[in-house]
């Protein structure tokens, strides 16, 4: 079973808000993925880090959207400013070599 | 560009009966091909993976065999429970940290 952490299972904002969200990854993985899951279940990247550093990102994540893996912190994703397109599940994955993924519970986000 | 294609949106079948949903893909490189499953309100969790050409991998009842000739890997199972009701997700890695997932599949066993 996967033993990747997220917080908050469940985060409510208001458009205009922030929203941030932690994940800490499975013991050993230095690569983490987040995602984001719209309402038609689909896969979105957003951003993957081995160990501290961005390996790729989407435009849009340089936009509103900002993350981090700090050393020996929990990893994070925040959205500066919440807008009601941004209601999703946001996934988080940790691997191994960047390939097989763990998956935690995600963060489902609604922004009224 | 690297992509995966999962044809079937929705899958509903009776219980006992077999099933096999597709997965194809498009990739330049030497891939790993992985199943996940997620279930309501859960996190994916991974089912099956392969690199290697025509081998039958198999976990918990599915199977799947990847064929680079066809480039598919397409995930069977020779009798559905109704536990197996559940979102299937077929996911491609080129190499370089880089996942591609399909679009995922229902499936919907009924009694």
């Known amino acids: 079973n996967s033993k990747v952490i997220q917080t908050p299972r469940y985060l409510v904002k208001g458009q205009g808000q922030k929203a941030k969200m932690r994940c800490i990854p499975e013991?050993?993985?230095?690569?983490v993925f987040w995602y984001q899951q719209n309402k038609n279940n689909e896969f979105k990247f957003l951003i993957n880090f081995q160990n501290q550093e961005v390996l790729q990102q989407i435009d849009m994540t340089e936009k509103r959207f900002s993350a981090e893996c700090p050393s020996n912190s929990p990893c994070s994703l925040e959205i500066q400013s919440s807008e009601a397109g941004d209601s999703a599940l946001y996934l988080c994955a940790s691997s191994l070599r960047g390939d097989e993924q763990y998956f935690g519970p995600g963060t489902r986000l609604t922004v009224l | 560009g690297d992509s995966v294609t999962q044809t079937e949106g929705l899958v509903t079948l009776t219980k006992g009966l077999p099933v096999m949903l597709n997965c194809t893909y498009q990739?330049?490189?030497?891939?790993?091909l992985f199943w996940y499953v997620q279930h309501l309100n859960e996190a994916p969790k991974l089912l099956l993976k392969?690199?290697?050409?025509?081998k039958r991998t198999e976990h918990q009842g599915f199977y799947a065999t990847l064929h680079k000739s066809s480039s598919s890997f397409h995930l069977q199972k020779s009798s559905v429970q109704l536990s197996d009701s559940a979102l299937y997700f077929c996911a491609l890695s080129p190499g370089g940290y880089k996942v591609v997932f399909g679009s995922g599949t229902r499936l919907l066993v009924s009694p």
């Open positions: 013991k050993g993985h230095p690569v």
């Open positions: 392969s690199s290697t050409d025509n």
């Open positions: 990739t330049t490189y030497s891939p790993f």
